[in-house]
């Protein structure tokens, strides 16, 4: 168990404000993820690190922030809420290829409603 | 670019019947991997199996089973004697080459929704 805590577990925001999701991890892996899901997409990256300060985008970015300043955390932030932003927010780690088992192992999800 | 389909949206069965869930993936990597997840009712995402692109030996394990063939780049899975436990949607998914700092990141299908009714 690689000991991903996702917070808050559900969150209702009003259109506008700002929202910050973390994920917390206890195992120091280097790779982490925020993926969105939504029906009929299955799951979606929207920004990934590859380590402390190090972050890029993925294939849903617009609209969101991340940031890493610790190796165990990972914090989305939605700058100004819309309703497109409803969805289903997983975090996941992963460990690397050449170092051992590779895999994912993704968060409980955080559901979020904009409203 | 990487892109993985699964064709069937919903499935539905009569509990103890055999179901195959479907995976076409397309990627230029030489070296790859796919996986499947499952996802209850409940909402977790759970590992099912990680195969290797040089890996295209079947694997088997207890009701399910997986047959990866690379000349038709399909990963479908198959689970026997369907139980109603087994009502979930199931993702198939590939690891992306090598990005940023040597990340890898996953492209999942949009899922498939399997219903085994009793």
């Known amino acids: 168990d690689a000991g991903i805590t996702q917070s808050p577990r559900h969150k209702v925001t009003e259109t506008g404000t700002p929202v910050t999701l973390r994920c917390h991890q206890t195992?120091?892996?280097?790779?982490m993820y925020w993926y969105r899901q939504d029906p009929g997409h299955g799951l979606r990256l929207i920004h990934y690190?590859?380590?402390?300060?190090?972050?890029d985008k993925g294939e849903v970015s617009d609209g969101y922030s991340v940031s890493r300043s610790k190796t165990e955390d990972f914090l989305l932030t939605l700058e100004s809420a819309t309703s497109s932003q409803t969805s289903v927010y997983f975090c996941?780690?992963?460990?690397?290829?050449?170092?051992?088992?590779?895999?994912?192992?993704f968060g409980s999800g955080t559901r979020l409603t904009v409203v | 670019a990487q892109k993985v389909t699964q064709a069937q949206t919903e499935i539905s069965v009569v509990e103890k019947e055999d179901v195959t869930l479907d995976c076409v993936y397309e990627?230029?990597?030489?070296?790859?991997?796919l996986f499947w997840y499952k996802q209850p009712p409940s909402g977790e995402l759970v590992f099912l199996i990680r195969?290797?692109?040089?890996?295209?030996q079947n694997e088997i394990s207890g009701r399910y089973s997986w047959n990866f063939q690379k000349s038709t780049s399909s990963f479908n899975f198959t689970i026997t004697a369907s139980q109603v436990v087994d009502s979930a949607v199931y993702f198939c998914?590939?690891?992306?080459?090598?990005?940023?700092?040597?990340?890898?990141?996953?492209?999942f299908g949009k899922g498939t929704k399997l219903t085994v009714n009793p």
């Open positions: 996941a780690i992963s460990t690397d290829r050449d170092r051992g088992i590779y895999g994912y192992t």
């Open positions: 195969r290797n692109s040089f890996d295209e």
């Open positions: 195992e120091n892996h280097r790779y």
């Open positions: 990627t230029r990597d030489t070296t790859y991997y």
């Open positions: 998914a590939l690891s992306e080459g090598r990005g940023q700092g040597g990340s890898e990141k996953l492209v």
């Open positions: 690190s590859y380590g402390v300060k190090d972050t």
